[in-house]
């Protein structure tokens, strides 16, 4: 695996620091830089790249409306002195954003993060992967499959709640795309609303569904499950 990066920042010293630590992982490659997003965005829509590490505040075009421009988008990496351009990066489904000065410890989850979602992407049976890929808080985040309990659906969002973690995860994403990305063999769509893990049902009494430390209710186009699932 090989993968091609790009990086455009209108600060040398910048392009430098990204130089230097792309240098030190044999699956990246920077193929070319730029001091200005015009040229690179030029590049880009007549070179194809797997990484792209883009300023956002920059005095030509902002990083975000370059990557809004590209039609065949790379992995984004987000770099930029400036917190309040956060949300954007999450609209953009960057992979990471990385806050000036970047040390190389952020860097590097930066980069695993891209380089597991690269494998993920580009398995042949993703549904038997042993992780889940979504975008929540403005980055990519890896989830393991195995720690779903169950998946809410609340419109075009969905909330993973995860064992032992108080807090679910919340991405843009409708629950029909999340059951695609799930083993059909480890989940169970229960009710319009709910996807709940097999192996973590603990009972099922009056069409609810005992979890851990919660009840779901069983929809009526569902309850065929109520049957076989004991068999």
Same mark, same amino acid.
């Not at 790009?6 to 990246?28: N, R, S």
């Not at 001091?35 to 880009?44: N, Q, R």
């Given at each position: 695996?090989?993968?091609?990066?790009?990086? $455009?920042?209108?600060?040398?010293?910048?392009?430098?620091?990204?130089?230097?630590?792309?240098?030190?992982? %044999?699956?990246?490659?920077?193929?070319?830089?730029?001091?200005?997003?015009?040229?690179?965005?030029?590049?880009?829509?007549?070179?194809?790249?797997?990484?792209?590490?883009?300023? $956002?505040?920059?005095?030509?075009?902002?990083? $975000?409306?370059?990557?809004?421009?590209?039609?065949?988008?790379?992995?984004?990496?987000?770099?930029?002195?400036?917190?309040?351009?956060?949300?954007?990066?999450?609209?953009?489904?960057?992979?990471?954003?990385?806050?000036?000065?970047?040390?190389?410890?952020? !860097?590097?989850?930066?980069?695993?993060?891209?380089?597991?979602?690269?494998?993920?992407?580009?398995?042949?049976?993703?549904?038997?992967?042993? !992780?889940?890929?979504?975008?929540?808080?403005?980055?990519?985040?890896?989830?393991?499959?195995?720690?779903?309990?169950?998946?809410?659906?609340?419109?075009?969002?969905?909330?993973?709640?995860?064992?032992?973690?108080?807090? %679910?995860?919340?991405?843009?994403?409708?629950?029909?795309?999340?059951?695609?990305?799930?083993?059909?063999?480890?989940?169970?769509? $229960?009710?319009?609303?709910?996807?709940?893990?097999?192996?973590?049902?603990?009972?099922?009494?009056?069409?609810?569904?005992?979890?851990?430390?919660?009840?779901?209710?069983?929809?009526?186009?569902?309850?065929? !499950?109520?049957?076989?699932?004991?068999?």
């Amino acid at each position: 695996m090989q993968l091609k990066c790009v990086a $455009i920042d209108d600060e040398p010293l910048a392009l430098q620091i990204i130089e230097k630590y792309v240098a030190g992982y %044999p699956a990246l490659t920077l193929v070319n830089t730029f001091e200005d997003a015009i040229s690179g965005g030029e590049y880009l829509k007549m070179n194809k790249v797997d990484v792209l590490f883009i300023d $956002i505040n920059m005095p030509d075009i902002t990083g $975000i409306d370059l990557v809004k421009s590209l039609t065949d988008k790379p992995m984004i990496i987000f770099t930029t002195a400036y917190k309040n351009y956060a949300y954007e990066g999450y609209e953009l489904e960057a992979v990471d954003y990385l806050l000036k000065p970047i040390n190389n410890l952020r !860097f590097d989850t930066a980069v695993q993060k891209a380089i597991g979602y690269y494998q993920y992407k580009h398995t042949d049976t993703p549904n038997e992967s042993d !992780f889940l890929y979504v975008h929540s808080e403005y980055r990519l985040i890896k989830i393991n499959i195995k720690d779903i309990e169950y998946i809410e659906s609340m419109q075009d969002y969905i909330k993973i709640h995860m064992l032992g973690v108080a807090k %679910p995860i919340l991405t843009l994403m409708p629950l029909k795309s999340a059951i695609e990305k799930l083993p059909a063999s480890k989940f169970i769509r $229960i009710h319009r609303s709910f996807v709940v893990a097999r192996d973590l049902i603990r009972s099922i009494h009056n069409r609810k569904v005992k979890l851990t430390d919660v009840e779901l209710p069983v929809g009526t186009n569902y309850t065929d !499950f109520i049957k076989n699932w004991h068999k």
